[in-house]
């Protein structure tokens, strides 16, 4: 069974892991500051053709240059694509839940600095809260979904037409079923030989009969 309008979509690219990559990359090519200007030089024209069109280009936190074009997945959460670096990095926006008025930005990093200028620290809690709109009845029972990304347990929350990580923001379309534990999850992949090699957290049927 799959928590899913959609049977068998594929499992969108991880944010969290290539992010630390990519940010890595991208700190190494900051400390050549001719190769980004010559880099920027090449694109410039192309940003430019583009903001007259509308698209929102901010400055990207890896080569400080202000060549990240911005891409929404949702009314909360968007995406930065460096044009100069290749840095991907994604960011929930959410109203603070301590309600002083502020928007506070998160990061798409396990254990990211989620403080609201109020002084507030949002915790997962909170920002699945503020993520989740599943509006379902409440006395319907929901399995917990667990983030096989970052390895979050009940972290996943169904936001949109996708699922959502409140640990760290990764996504998946859908969030399928380990036919081996039974744990729904993103992550992943389809766990369609589960029962047999197990998913994220558990070793299926092969793990369980290697211990006896």
């Not at 990095?89 to 928007?103: F, L, Q, V």
């Amino acid at each position: 069974m799959v928590l899913s309008r959609e049977s068998s979509p594929a499992v969108e690219r991880s944010i969290f892991r290539v992010c630390s990559e990519n940010y890595r990359d991208a700190m190494l090519m900051r400390r050549n500051r001719s190769y980004l200007s010559v880099a920027f030089d090449r694109v410039s024209s192309e940003i430019a053709a583009d903001r007259k069109k509308g698209i929102t280009f901010k400055l990207c936190s890896g080569c400080g240059y202000e060549a990240a074009e911005v891409k929404e997945l949702s009314e909360l959460i968007f995406e930065q694509d460096c044009r100069v670096c290749g840095l991907l990095e994604r960011y929930a926006s959410i109203g603070c839940p301590a309600e002083c008025g502020a928007k506070v930005l998160i990061e798409a990093d396990y254990g990211s600095n989620r403080t609201c200028k109020c002084g507030h620290e949002v915790n997962s809690e909170e920002l699945a809260d503020a993520l989740c709109t599943d509006f379902s009845d409440p006395s319907d029972f929901s399995p917990p979904i667990n983030c096989g990304f970052c390895m979050s347990h009940a972290s996943v929350v169904k936001h949109k037409d996708f699922f959502v990580c409140s640990e760290c923001l990764s996504t998946s379309e859908d969030a399928p079923c380990c036919g081996w534990c039974n744990e729904y999850q993103i992550g992943g992949g389809d766990l369609e030989d589960s029962y047999l090699s197990g998913c994220e957290f558990c070793d299926g049927r092969s793990g369980w009969d290697s211990d006896d």
